[in-house]
């Protein structure tokens, strides 16, 4: 996604806790203006000076795409505490509070804003053993409607998108298992979706006209099944 925004034109800034994998971010897309920051997520203090390095560097937050998230195999009835609290510290709390920042900066310049939440089909249903994960994808859901209400009751113009995908092939099978082999079975049992397909979705919500705010996209493999 954010090779996707650079090559549209867009200033764009990365942030994860491993910097070294963002700084290949600009030489992929082949120039552009790319700045990439290091940030545990999970700390609200150093989301707050992410903001900060942001407004210093060019003034602040247009958009903000909210992609972090993970899953842990970890059911109910025998997950581990620390597996749950990081699916909902980072899935949930992060995400809430930096769109709180993002649409306070938003709306202390008068910008016209849009907010986007990669979600998951499992805002939409819940697959067996992962109750956790899917009622952390549920709050992303009810969070895109709740903003979208807040947002229209101060007559604000911002808007507010979430893409919910199926299987992606990314990191995120292998975190979830705990298991390189196993993420790998699952992603070769039929063409999953890309991580280019979501950045598409995320273009086309944001190329819409003010007048047009795509709430939800939901989209998984032709293949998948549930």
Avoid at 9 to 27: N, P, W
Avoid at 63 to 68: D, G, R, Y
Avoid at 101 to 124: F, K
Wanted: charged fraction near 25%; charge should be negative; proline fraction near 3%.
């Amino acid at each position: 996604m954010a090779v996707a925004l650079l090559r549209a034109g867009m200033k764009v800034v990365g942030c994860a806790r491993r910097l070294e994998a963002l700084e290949t971010l600009a030489e992929e897309a082949g120039g552009g203006e790319c700045l990439a920051l290091r940030c545990d997520l999970r700390n609200e203090s150093e989301i707050l000076a992410m903001f900060e390095q942001i407004r210093e560097r060019w003034g602040g937050v247009d958009v903000l795409v909210n992609n972090a998230g993970l899953g842990h195999e970890a059911p109910l009835l025998s997950g581990a505490t620390d597996k749950w609290r990081e699916t909902l510290e980072l899935n949930v709390l992060a995400l809430a509070v930096c769109t709180r920042e993002a649409v306070n900066d938003m709306r202390e310049r008068d910008v016209r804003g849009h907010v986007l939440h990669i979600s998951s089909m499992s805002a939409h249903r819940v697959p067996a053993g992962a109750a956790m994960y899917s009622a952390s994808k549920y709050a992303v859901r009810a969070m895109t409607e709740g903003l979208r209400a807040e947002l229209r009751a101060i007559d604000s113009e911002i808007r507010v998108t979430a893409v919910s995908p199926g299987f992606v092939e990314t990191e995120f099978a292998a975190t979830m298992l705990d298991s390189e082999e196993r993420a790998r079975e699952v992603y070769s049992r039929y063409p999953v979706l890309q991580a280019d397909d979501i950045a598409r979705a995320v273009v086309y919500a944001l190329e819409q006209p003010a007048h047009v705010q795509v709430h939800d996209i939901l989209m998984r493999p032709t293949r998948q099944p549930n």
